[in-house]
């Protein structure tokens, strides 16, 4: 059974960068589509960005996109997503997900994956 472990999570001022970091365990990734989705106090789950196993294939909310690089290292069994000029509204637990299939392509509903991490808080002060 695969395990997904987040880290990389903290506070930042706006206009800041953090690195977040998905690592698995338990099994390979490495034909399996991830993302990753936050979710902010009082809101529903969100998408934000998500990558295929092979990855040909990035998706993006666009409230992220030219901000956030999602990326894989398939020899780590490790998923990243790169976060610059962060906002306050990018506040939330960012968890990552790895899609219930493999050599699927990337979705970007909650539905689409089954194993999920438990998340790493993003702070971002004003």
């Known amino acids: 059974q695969v395990q997904l472990v987040e880290s990389g999570g903290g506070s930042v001022q706006a206009g800041g960068s953090l690195r977040l970091s998905c690592a698995a365990s338990?099994?390979?990734?490495?034909?399996?589509?991830m993302g990753w989705f936050r979710q902010a106090p009082g809101k529903d789950r969100e998408f934000v960005a998500a990558?295929?196993?092979?990855?040909?294939?990035?998706l993006y909310t666009d409230s992220v996109k030219g901000r956030f690089t999602i990326s894989r290292d398939n020899a780590k069994n490790t998923l990243y997503l790169q976060m610059n000029s962060l906002k306050p509204e990018d506040t939330a637990v960012y968890s990552c997900?790895?899609?219930?299939?493999?050599?699927?392509?990337?979705?970007?509903?909650?539905?689409?994956?089954?194993?999920w991490g438990q998340g790493t808080q993003v702070t971002v002060s004003s």
């Open positions: 997900a790895m899609h219930r299939y493999a050599f699927n392509l990337p979705g970007r509903t909650p539905n689409d994956y089954g194993v």
């Open positions: 338990g099994g390979t990734v490495s034909r399996i589509s």
């Open positions: 990558i295929s196993w092979s990855t040909t294939t990035t």
